[in-house]
Structure formats: structure tokens, C-alpha cells
């Protein structure tokens, strides 16, 4: 019997690492007007921000079907096989219910775990890396789908946005609305908490934000991952990731992830975060 490991596009997961770690990818789906784009498969993260500020027309996301799933957890696993598959908040988008969807009709041949994180970006991907190392280390599926869950639990993600134009016309804002007014001059940092959108500080400036990033990371204590994201411009971020290095274990290094479309339609340019896991 061979366990499986599943995630979703809105991981942000590096293709290098998804292979490296026997991860499978499905993608959601990005909407320019009538056009449908598969998230880091028919449109590229430099092509899609160009288009984003570029097109007057907003762009839209969708979850994958219950039929991509279904054929995707039939392509990787036989009859027997499990599979352990992990997403996105359920709160914020609809791909964890159509996981679930797939994994009822496939119940009779092939057992499909469905985890929802309530976590959103590379705080997904690091559960997913660690189901992934759990199996490689000999661990059941039980053991994988625990050190998921673990990973989730002691995920904490903050992101601070040049503006939040974009979260308000993706209909993603959730707790962060009261924000709206007023921010010509505010950088808001924001939070997942509880699955959703949630305001944590606001900053005068960006700099003040990338402050505001680095202690509020340093307050958490012992790490045990760290990774700092971004959506245009890297430069921020690459000084953000030299200051933070030093609250990881010794030897090793944030990683550097540019979000995907998916991502990106909501949060828009210039968006600088960190997700990080917190020792136990």
C-alpha cells in the first residue's frame, strides 16, 4: 500500500520541492473575463501580475472541480492506496469541499484523508512537507496526517499589503473590511486566524510595516521553519528574509516564495509576508 501526498496551487509550493517531496499539485483556476487560466500551469507568476495591473478587467478564482480531483486521485493511487490530501481554509475557498466531494466518491477503492489547515499559503505547503517527511521516515498514515496537523496548528502567517484594493474585489477581506476606509496612508498588516482574514497592526509605512513584521516574528520564540513571501518586487524581501534568519535553528535559511495567481489576485502588488512554524 503506498500513502500519497496531495496539496493545492494556493500553497504556493515550489515545483522543485513538490517533486522532491513527491507532492501533487492541483491547480485552481484564475478568470480574466470568459478566458480560464490553470494556476502556475497556463499562466506564469510574472505573465499573471502583468496582466493583473495591466487588464481593467478585475480578475476571479474558482477551486477545482470535484472531476479534477477525482482524476487526479486516480491517477496517482491504485485501488488500495491512500491518500492524504491538504488545503487551503475552508473559509476562504471552496477547494476543500470539492476535495471532499472526491474523496466520498472514491471511498470504495482508494481512502483519500481530506485535511483542511485553515491556513493559507506556504503555511499549507510546510503541512504538506511534513506529511511527506513523516511517510519518508517510516511513519503510518496516521503518524503522517498528525504531523500535518501539528505543522498547522503551530502556523502562524502574517502579511503586510501595499494596499487592499484587491482582497476587497476578490471578496476575501473578511474581519480586515473595517480597514477600508481611510488607508492612503496606512500599510495594514493582516493575519489568517481561525481560518479566516483578520487585522493585526497597521503601519505608517512600509518600512514601519517590515519593522512591525520583524518583531512581531521575533516575539513567537523558538522556530522550527520560516518562509518569507512576496508577490513583485523581491527586494523587501530578501532583507526581511537576511534580518529573520537568525530565529531559525542554526544552518538554516528562510525560504523565498513568490505567490501564485491565485494568491496574487488577492493580494495584489507589492505584497511582502512571512509564514513561519513555531517549535513545539
Given at each position: 500500500?503506498?500513502?500519497?501526498?496531495?496539496?493545492?496551487?494556493t500553497s504556493d509550493i515550489p515545483k522543485n520541492i513538490a517533486e522532491t517531496h513527491g507532492i501533487t499539485v492541483v491547480p485552481l483556476n484564475v478568470h480574466f473575463g470568459e478566458t480560464v487560466f490553470k494556476d502556475g500551469i497556463d499562466l506564469t507568476t510574472e505573465d499573471?501580475?502583468?496582466?493583473?495591473?495591466?487588464?481593467?478587467?478585475?480578475?476571479?478564482?474558482?477551486?477545482?472541480?470535484?472531476?479534477?480531483?477525482?482524476?487526479?486521485?486516480?491517477?496517482?493511487?491504485?485501488?488500495?492506496?491512500?491518500?492524504?490530501?491538504?488545503?487551503?481554509?475552508?473559509?476562504?475557498?471552496?477547494?476543500?469541499?470539492?476535495?471532499?466531494?472526491a474523496a466520498n466518491q472514491l471511498k470504495d477503492k482508494i481512502k483519500v484523508h481530506v485535511i483542511d489547515t485553515e491556513q493559507v499559503s506556504c503555511a499549507i505547503a510546510y503541512a504538506a512537507i511534513a506529511a511527506s517527511n513523516s511517510i519518508k521516515n517510516g511513519g503510518?498514515?496516521?503518524?503522517?496526517?498528525?504531523?500535518?496537523?501539528?505543522?498547522?496548528?503551530?502556523?502562524?502567517?502574517?502579511?503586510?499589503?501595499?494596499?487592499?484594493?484587491?482582497?476587497?474585489?476578490?471578496?476575501?477581506?473578511?474581519?480586515?473590511?473595517?480597514?477600508?476606509?481611510?488607508?492612503?496612508?496606512?500599510?495594514?498588516?493582516?493575519?489568517?486566524?481561525?481560518?479566516?482574514?483578520?487585522?493585526?497592526?497597521?503601519?505608517?509605512?512600509?518600512?514601519?510595516?517590515?519593522?512591525?513584521?520583524?518583531?512581531?516574528?521575533?516575539?513567537?520564540?523558538?522556530?522550527?521553519?520560516?518562509?518569507?513571501?512576496?508577490?513583485?518586487?523581491?527586494?523587501?524581501?530578501?532583507?526581511?528574509?537576511?534580518?529573520?534568519?537568525?530565529?531559525?535553528?542554526?544552518?538554516?535559511?528562510?525560504?523565498?516564495?513568490?505567490?501564485?495567481?491565485?494568491?496574487?489576485?488577492?493580494?495584489?502588488?507589492?505584497?511582502?509576508?512571512?509564514?513561519?512554524?513555531?517549535?513545539?
Open positions: 500500500m503506498a500513502i500519497r501526498i496531495v496539496t493545492d496551487s499573471f501580475f502583468e496582466k493583473l495591473v495591466a487588464d481593467p478587467r478585475h480578475p476571479s478564482t474558482s477551486q477545482p472541480s470535484v472531476g479534477e480531483f477525482v482524476d487526479t486521485y486516480r491517477d496517482i493511487a491504485s485501488d488500495g492506496d491512500e491518500i492524504i490530501s491538504i488545503h487551503i481554509t475552508s473559509k476562504l475557498s471552496g477547494t476543500y469541499n470539492s476535495a471532499t466531494q503510518s498514515v496516521a503518524d503522517a496526517i498528525s504531523a500535518a496537523k501539528s505543522v498547522c496548528q503551530r502556523s502562524h502567517f502574517y502579511a503586510l499589503f501595499d494596499t487592499l484594493e484587491y482582497l476587497a474585489k476578490g471578496g476575501r477581506i473578511g474581519k480586515a473590511q473595517s480597514l477600508l476606509g481611510g488607508l492612503l496612508k496606512v500599510k495594514p498588516i493582516l493575519r489568517t486566524k481561525d481560518g479566516v482574514i483578520d487585522t493585526f497592526k497597521r503601519a505608517r509605512s512600509r518600512k514601519g510595516g517590515m519593522l512591525l513584521l520583524n518583531q512581531t516574528i521575533k516575539a513567537l520564540g523558538s522556530l522550527d521553519d520560516l518562509c518569507v513571501i512576496y508577490s513583485t518586487d523581491n527586494s523587501d524581501a530578501q532583507i526581511l528574509a537576511t534580518q529573520l534568519t537568525e530565529f531559525l535553528p542554526d544552518g538554516k535559511t528562510p525560504l523565498m516564495i513568490k505567490v501564485g495567481p491565485v494568491i496574487g489576485t488577492h493580494a495584489g502588488p507589492n505584497l511582502i509576508g512571512v509564514g513561519c512554524i513555531v517549535s513545539d
